[in-house]
């Protein structure tokens, strides 16, 4: 099983930008799928931006344009660049990963603890 491990969350004003980080030990590139999900309390987990094995990047319509996922293979690290952020991004965010080709078609079995965003206005 992947083991992961966020960080880079924080406090920042309306427009500014953070970068997450999500190390990610134990996956194989080619198969499986890597993505960012946040959630806010009462309501549902929203995926923000998820890959699968094979896939391009799949961004939710919020966050289009403004957040960038990126991986270092290298350092096995999954990265969420967020620029522009408004209030409404204000969300516990969690990386996860599990063996899947292609999203929606992932089983997402493994999670970070989740590392706050707050945005203020």
């Known amino acids: 099983q992947v083991q992961l491990a966020e960080s880079g969350g924080g406090s920042v004003q309306a427009g500014g930008s953070l970068r997450l980080s999500c190390a990610a030990s134990?996956?194989?590139?080619?198969?499986?799928?890597l993505g960012w999900f946040r959630q806010v309390p009462g309501k549902e987990r929203e995926a923000v931006a998820v890959?699968?094995?094979?896939?391009?990047?799949s961004y939710a319509d919020s966050v289009k344009g403004r957040f960038t996922m990126s991986l270092d293979s290298a350092k096995r690290t999954l990265y969420l660049q967020m620029n522009s952020l408004k209030p409404e991004d204000t969300a516990m965010y969690y990386c996860?990963?599990?063996?899947?080709?292609?999203?929606?078609?992932?089983?997402?079995?493994?999670w970070g603890q989740g590392t706050q965003v707050t945005v203020a206005s």
């Open positions: 996860a990963a599990g063996p899947g080709r292609t999203w929606p078609d992932c089983n997402l079995n493994s």
């Open positions: 134990g996956y194989r590139n080619r198969r499986y799928c």
């Open positions: 890959k699968g094995g094979r896939d391009s990047t």
